[in-house]
């Protein structure tokens, strides 16, 4: 079986991230995603400067979002980030985020980041450091 790295992060919905349904606006999801990779990062030592530190930057270049249900202001959400292992030069994360209160699905969605050097030239393979990372976590 296949090993699985999962990050569980927790925010709580901002007036100024509601719209005028009293909702989250739509587009304030994608600032939940970046929460969920930043608290990856943290948790497993692929933060953005962990990877700048290695002169590579890993810009998006898919977001799939899917909506599923909906948070108001002062709720708290759940924000589930998993790695998705994959042989290309790519980084792939999948996210559910669950409304805290019960348990509902609010949004499913998936990032695809690939690498490049400081310059912006993609890296067409993956970089020593990225492979040496799968290695301590169990990915090889």
Do not use: C
């Not at 606006?25 to 995603?33: E, P, Q, R, S």
């Not at 970046?34 to 608290?39: I, L, Y």
């Not at 709720?75 to 805290?100: G, P």
């Amino acid at each position: 079986m296949k090993k699985t790295l999962k990050n569980i992060t927790e925010s709580i919905i901002r007036f100024s991230e509601i719209d005028s349904m009293k909702v989250v606006w739509h587009g304030n999801y994608v600032k939940y995603l970046e929460d969920g990779r930043e608290a990856f990062g943290r948790e497993f030592n692929l933060g953005y400067m962990d990877v700048y530190a290695q002169e590579v930057m890993t810009p998006i270049v898919k977001l799939d979002i899917d909506y599923k249900n909906y948070v108001s202001y002062d709720e708290k959400i759940r924000i589930e980030t998993e790695f998705v292992d994959t042989d290309a030069a790519k980084i792939i994360f999948s996210y559910k985020i669950f409304r805290y209160s019960d348990s509902k699905i609010v949004v499913s969605a998936k990032t695809i980041q690939v690498f490049t050097d400081i310059d912006g030239s993609l890296i067409l393979t993956n970089p020593e450091f990225y492979e040496k990372w799968k290695v301590k976590w169990g990915l090889r």
